[in-house]
């Protein structure tokens, strides 16, 4: 087996669901550390918020953000141009989503004509989305800073195919993360790790791709990877929306599974 890349989401996947804590998962970063695999995370959050947990984790290099809305790539990172738009710093911005602009003009359009009450962090006050996701701080005002995907509530969770419908039409996508809907527009976290893993191969052609996942949400990472692993949720339970042969069942609660994970692919891989 040639080199190895990990995909993986954060919330409730690398990091605890309810305390954020990755230290369950430490042996196994440290061992890719040591192995120099790459390990991308694919992750809801904003740039903000992925910036800051890549720093705690001591991880670089590229990262999906806001379900595929757009993929950050340091600079020179690959021995290639990479077309983007490219920032201050010399990092390469691939843009894949509609702006949160149009996303959230379309959630607001596809409630109102179907009469379902719905929330999304564009209406909720900060304490509000505090009170929700258990964010304080800097930390909370960078999980507002949304720029491609809306998440949202339904009440009573009432009218979410209707909803998924609506947006389909419109060419936007509904999907369900570990604790809110969210809505975009045209991406999906799947999309962008193609995106990487096209670059990737272009560096490398026998890199195998691997995908670690929680939710709904992920089905399209594990899609567009070699191998992919889906962790138990804090209740013990698998997310019943992923579809049984779509990822590897390892039987270990979020950062706990994501070790598990990665021993498994030591395991039997031959590293
Ligand atoms: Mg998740």
Redesign the pocket.
Known sequence: MGPLVIFT?????LLD?ESYSFRMALPALDLLKRRNVAVVPV??KTASEIRMWMRQLQIEGPFVFENGGAVVIPPNYFPFPVEGSVGANGEVRVSLGLSIEGVRRALGEIAGELGIAIRGFGVMTTQEISDLTGLTGLELSFSMMREYDEPFLIEGDRGVDLIGEAAAARGLSLVR??RFFHLSGGCDKGKAVKVLAELYSRMDPDITFVGI???Q??VSVFEAVDRSFVVLRPDGTFDPRIPEDAAERVKGIGPQGWRMAVEALFADGGF
């Open positions: 989401d954060l919330d409730g996947t669901h992750s809801s993360g570990g996942g929680d939710s949400n992920d």
